[in-house]
């Protein structure tokens, strides 16, 4: 697949149209299966920055946009669902070629589920309680009260270079779907998609409503996590990074969502159908060369499987053809950096070095037409105790760890044993089973028998050191309005209010 499209230099999207960076800077876009330069993108500042907030800033004081009727703005979005479709092969296109991500997994997947989400959320704009009434009790006296639901004004996004289109679009959703305008810092590896879609969205919004400045974490991400009249900032990236974000945003006490890191526990009961447990378990940990924060990192197997699921394993994981993802017969594309390939490497060093067994990967490889590229085996580790490095640290990469454990008890202090909390898993044949386990795995989402099933209409997020909030499902959109209460009093005479008697002693 190859589209005809200009990618070699990519200005920020400010206001509704392409501005050039204030110090005239660029900085390059790799092939992560090629190693070859495939765009050059505007450097962002601090000033840059600043012109996008005010540009979003002027943009909410519209009150044609602010305060749009939901069936207006639920026509809005579906006119952003078919924007996505119509522009589907560029941003398919642009996504292979930054992210590394497979033509097969981003085409029949990534961008139909962009799709759906503004969809999904047009339908729930359409019931949500915007205003809420509140029953008149006797105390403190008649009045009539409700609740009003508004936008926060300005938002933030920074997001990973991981699935980076895929990610934007979960936070440009709500945010728009809310009557909010948004200012978004791409990852530095993968900015090109989401400067397209604030393009072809741009087309069917005003002016200023989506922003696009693009640069570095510390020149660009900043500036917008301290910048005072952004009111909300969501973030997707490592744990470090949103530790950081928090105390950024703490300043100017920024409303903040947080979608960090994962090490996601994944176990196999005794009773599992492992015709379709060992496959699900690799699609949940290989999918993507591993670069997915909701990936099964960790398998734990019963002692009585251990040696028959290993070989297992082995044997579909040596049917996983590494290549250039922008083939159709590629099963797992390159890692997205050449440092992300070295830190992937030194995991596997430090796994071996504390005792761990390697069974099949553990090495780069060279892909022939790809020699440029940033290729790693997929590896899987046994011998693994929960305590290891390999066991505790996100890596990020393709690599399994197999953990065994003999009790069920014993297996969810293990599964629990992590200061991640965002997915885990079960595989069993027992649905009273896999429910009770489900129960006592401290995650934001649960699979039995299955993995990286996200919904458009359920929330997403993560329990302890994963994040804050929630993203997708009708919960996204309570992260993206304020509550407003008001009141009227119903009481006309004076001397009849309670608040009189609680301050004036002395009556009529
Ligand atoms: P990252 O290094 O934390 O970076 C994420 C974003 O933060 C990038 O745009 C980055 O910009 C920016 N950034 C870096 N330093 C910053 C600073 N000082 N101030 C403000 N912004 C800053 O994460 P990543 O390596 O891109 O992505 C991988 C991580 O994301 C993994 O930990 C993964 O688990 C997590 N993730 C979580 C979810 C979820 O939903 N929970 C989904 C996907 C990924 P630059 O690119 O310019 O450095």
Redesign the pocket.
């Known amino acids: 697949m190859s589209v005809d499209v200009e990618v070699k230099t990519f200005p920020l999207f400010i206001n509704g149209k392409w501005e050039s960076s204030s110090s005239r800077e660029t900085f390059d876009v790799i092939n992560p299966a090629t190693g070859e330069l495939v765009a050059k993108v505007a450097k962002g500042t601090k000033e840059d920055v600043d012109k996008a907030v005010q540009a979003a800033s002027a943009a909410f004081e519209n009150t044609a946009w602010r305060e749009m009727k939901p069936k207006d703005r639920a026509k809005v979005l579906y006119a952003i669902s078919h924007q996505i479709i119509t522009h589907a092969e560029e941003l398919v296109y642009l996504e292979v070629i930054s992210s590394g991500g497979t033509l097969r997994r981003i085409s029949s997947n990534d961008i139909l589920q962009m799709a759906d989400l503004f969809q999904t959320l047009a339908k729930f704009t359409l019931e949500y309680p915007f205003s809420e009434n509140l029953p008149s009790p006797p105390f403190p006296g008649p009045a009539h009260n409700f609740i009003w639901r508004e936008p926060i004004g300005v938002c933030a996004a ?6 980076p289109m895929l ?1 934007a679009t979960w936070k440009i959703a709500p945010a728009l779907a809310m009557g909010n305008t948004i200012v978004i ?5 993968t900015p090109l998609t989401t400067l397209k879609l604030a393009e072809i969205i741009s087309e069917v919004v005003p002016p200023g409503v989506i922003n696009v400045v693009t ?4 020149e660009v ?2 500036p917008l ?1 301290t910048h005072p009249k952004v009111e909300k900032i969501a ?8 530790r ?2 928090m105390t ?1 945003a703490a300043g100017t006490v920024k409303n903040t969502t947080l ?4 090490k996601s526990p994944n176990i196999l009961l005794e009773d599992a159908d492992l015709s379709i447990a060992l496959p699900g378990s690799l699609f949940g940990v290989f999918l993507h060369s591993g670069q ?2 909701e990936s099964g990192t960790r398998l734990f197997v019963p002692d009585k499987l251990h040696d028959q699921v290993v070989e297992g394993l082995v044997k579909l994981t040596s049917t996983l053809k590494l290549g250039n993802p922008l083939l159709e017969g590629t099963d797992i594309g390159p890692v997205i950096s050449k440092q992300q390939r070295d830190t992937v490497l030194s995991y596997i060093e430090a796994g071996i070095e504390e005792g761990a067994t390697v069974v099949c990967g553990g090495k780069e490889v060279a892909v022939p037409g790809c020699e440029g590229g940033y290729f790693i085996e997929p590896t899987i580790f046994i011998n693994v105790k929960n305590d290891m490095k390999i066991a505790q640290e ?1 890596i ?1 990469g393709p690599v399994l760890t197999v953990i065994r454990y003999s009790e069920i008890e014993e297996v969810i202090e293990m599964a629990n044993d992590t200061i991640y909390g ?1 997915a885990a898993g079960v595989w069993t044949k027992d649905v009273n089973k896999a429910y009770d386990v489900a129960r006592k795995l401290r995650a934001g989402v649960v699979w039995i028998n299955d993995w990286h099933m996200l919904r458009n209409d359920a929330p ?3 329990y302890k050191q ?2 804050i909030g929630r ?1 997708m499902g009708k919960h996204s959109l309570d992260a993206y309005t304020q509550l407003k209460h008001v009141h009227t009093s119903m009481v006309p005479e004076l001397h009849k209010r309670n608040w009189y008697q609680l301050l004036f002693s002395e009556t009529e």
């Open positions: 920074i997001t990973p270079w991981n699935m990610i810092k791409p990852a530095s590896f640069g570095s974490g510390t991400g900043e996590a973030f997707t990236g490592s744990t470090e990074i949103g950081k974000i950024l979608e960090l890191g994962g997915l924060c996100e990020f965002l997403f997020g993560g994963s994040g993203e």
